[in-house]
């Protein structure tokens, strides 16, 4: 039962990959198109290493993205634009 669920998605993952239609819902989600990592850890008054640890990210991420080395990909700039919204609202979520 559950093998022949995951060749129907396949075979509807493969179809969708080829334009075709295949009658799946499709979301579009919008993220920030950027944000300024090192802003946001200064705003917090925060150390790279303390801003990393509280929110669960890596020291060279945060080191990476400030440099300009590298940039936040999707759900990490959501997370990102949430904390410079309200960082109480992801150390409690964190926490819990």
């Known amino acids: 039962m559950a093998s022949s669920k995951i ?47 509280q929110f669960g990210f890596s020291t060279s991420s945060i080191r990476n993205w400030e440099q300009g080395h590298r940039y936040p990909e999707g759900p990490a700039r959501v997370l990102l634009k949430v904390i410079e919204i309200d960082p109480e609202v992801v150390r409690k979520a964190l926490s819990a």
């Open 7 to 53: 060749l129907i998605g396949m075979r509807q993952a493969v179809a969708y990959a080829r334009g075709e239609a295949v009658g799946v819902r499709e979301t579009t989600v919008k993220t920030p198109a950027s944000v300024d990592v090192k802003a946001i850890r200064e705003g917090l008054g925060l150390s790279q290493s303390e801003f990393a640890r």
